[in-house]
């Protein structure tokens, strides 16, 4: 069935730091990728998608590109901030089928003043 | 206005008790979903709802029962509640394939 492995946590970084949180998945045929975002306390928020091989979702400063190749969805961003703290969840979404979103186990970023 | 709504936001009762949660959203979703969100973070599918009709039900306890009145609204009703069903349910809705979810602000349910 469809999978998604993220990147163990917590992690914790200073502000202004570099983030890579890694994504891999198992699915059969194009599946459309999703990070989602937890802030304490909150619902999940969609933080950016891509919906087919190569494409580049962004948006805050996030980034993360769709790689069929290494069946890959990194999470990106240049600089975090403290407001950045959250859970993050890379999830996939397949075609055909029920369609039901599968999420990773999620990866807790702490940024640090 | 909220997009996908679900109330109550905090729910504390004791076992064996039977309890509801309501969601509605306004976007005009076919789709509507249940999650089950543990004390490590981790989301699982429960049901989903297409214009009433349940298209997934995953292995749930049948002391679960969702109910879909129109396709705005999905409420789920648990009875003879236990410790283990205490977490926080999120309802969400969709459109079809390519887009993501919308969530609710989620549910916590604590059962003592």
């Known amino acids: 069935g469809n999978s998604v492995t993220q990147m163990e946590g917590p992690v914790t970084l200073s502000e202004e730091a570099f983030l890579t949180i890694n994504c891999t998945y198992t699915?059969?045929?194009?599946?459309?990728l999703f990070w989602y975002v937890q802030y304490p306390g909150e619902g999940l928020q969609l933080l950016l998608k891509a919906t087919k091989a190569d494409d580049k979702g962004s948006n805050k400063g996030f980034e993360a590109t769709y790689r069929k190749e290494t069946t890959s969805f990194h999470l990106e961003k240049g600089s975090v901030q403290v407001s950045d703290s959250a859970v993050y969840f890379c999830?996939?979404?397949?075609?055909?089928?029920?369609?039901?979103?599968?999420f990773g186990k999620g990866t807790k970023l702490t940024v640090n003043p | 206005d909220t997009a996908v709504s679900q109330t109550p936001k905090y729910l504390v009762t004791q076992m064996g008790n039977d309890k509801s949660i309501k969601c509605e959203q306004n976007l005009g979703h076919d789709t509507m979903y249940w999650y089950k969100q543990d004390s490590k973070k981790f989301l699982k599918i429960m049901f989903s709802?297409?214009?009433?009709?349940?298209?997934i039900n995953e292995t749930v306890p049948n002391r679960f029962s969702p109910k879909s009145p129109d396709k705005a609204h999905l409420n789920l009703h648990i009875n003879s509640l236990e410790l283990g069903d205490s977490a926080v349910y999120f309802c969400a809705s969709s459109q079809p394939q390519g887009y993501g979810y919308t969530f609710g602000s989620g549910t916590r349910l604590t059962v003592v």
């Open positions: 709802y297409n214009n009433k009709e349940l298209i």
């Open positions: 999830a996939l979404r397949s075609q055909g089928g029920s369609e039901k979103l599968v």
């Open positions: 699915a059969t045929g194009y599946p459309s």
